[in-house]
């Protein structure tokens, strides 16, 4: 099976271009790759309306399998008619979400996923606890906070993420897993140090409860994003892939065709 993997699309965010023109680039690279599932790592848009009706426009215009994951900007209160815990149920209820509800491929494969959170472990150790739940750093405010609206402390739900996560991966704990977070899980793939800023907001990039899942489980790839960083390498038999789009103004070249063939990662099972 021909599997594309791609992350943070932020299909609306670009200058010129609309959701449309995204969903005709990558379609057409679905054909022409020969891709027969498509996983999306998270960050769609900063609305959940658009989010979901991207998502269904892939898979009926593709004729293809799509699953994805829900990223940080997914969960914004951008529509201003719905809670963040709302929108999160409104995910889980989608067919092509994977929290929840791992996707069993065939009797070797199954494919796991959870947004995860990040719990502050990627920051500076000179951060004092009390100055990262600022979440302000600079005169920047790390967006989250006042974007969504979780009752809950992050490095709290960070490991209710890593739990939830377990609690699917047990279903499938006898097949090869393809995991897919939006938060970062590998050290890795946290913005290069030193760093003015990221010293500082790697703290809202990583997490290190999902370390004993790698140990315990048998992950051959984990699937990440959010760090609008593209790279893969691999560490004790485990593919890490982070294929982020990113925003325009990250990529190196004017043309999306460019940049979402860049992104787009494939491998075969
Ligand atoms: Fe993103």
């Not at 020969?34 to 790592?41: F, V």
């Not at 609206?149 to 960070?158: G, M, N, P, T, V």
Request: charged share 25%.
């Amino acid at each position: 099976m021909n599997i594309g993997v791609i992350s943070d699309l932020h299909v609306d965010r670009h200058q010129t271009l609309k959701p449309n023109d995204y969903l005709t680039v990558l379609l057409n690279l679905i054909n022409e790759k020969n891709i027969e599932l498509l996983l999306i790592a998270g960050d769609i848009s900063n609305s959940y309306k658009l989010t979901a009706q991207f998502i269904n426009d892939i898979e009926r215009e593709s004729g293809k399998k799509v699953l994805f994951i829900p990223g940080n900007h997914d969960y914004w209160t951008t529509d201003n008619d719905a809670s963040s815990v709302e929108i999160l149920e409104f995910y889980m209820n989608m067919k092509q979400c994977l929290i929840g509800k791992p996707y069993v491929i065939n009797g070797d494969w199954a494919i796991v996923g959870n947004t995860g959170w990040y719990d502050y472990t990627y920051a500076d150790p000179k951060f004092s606890l009390e100055k990262i739940e600022k979440r302000k750093y600079y005169g920047a405010t790390w967006q989250d906070k006042v974007k969504i609206d979780w009752s809950i402390e992050d490095r709290k739900l960070s490991m209710i993420a890593a739990q939830q996560t377990i609690k699917d991966i047990e279903q499938v704990k006898d097949k090869k897993v393809i995991l897919m977070t939006h938060i970062v899980t590998h050290p890795k793939f946290a913005v290069p140090t030193p760093h003015r800023l990221f010293d500082y907001f790697n703290a809202f990039i990583g997490t290190s409860d999902f370390n004993r899942i790698y140990q315990n489980y048998n992950v051959q790839y984990s699937i990440m994003g959010h760090v609008h960083f593209r790279n893969a390498f691999n560490e004790q038999g485990v593919a890490y892939i982070c294929p982020c789009l990113g925003y325009q103004r990250e990529w190196r070249t004017a043309e999306i065709e460019n940049e979402m063939r860049h992104a787009l990662y494939q491998f075969a099972i």
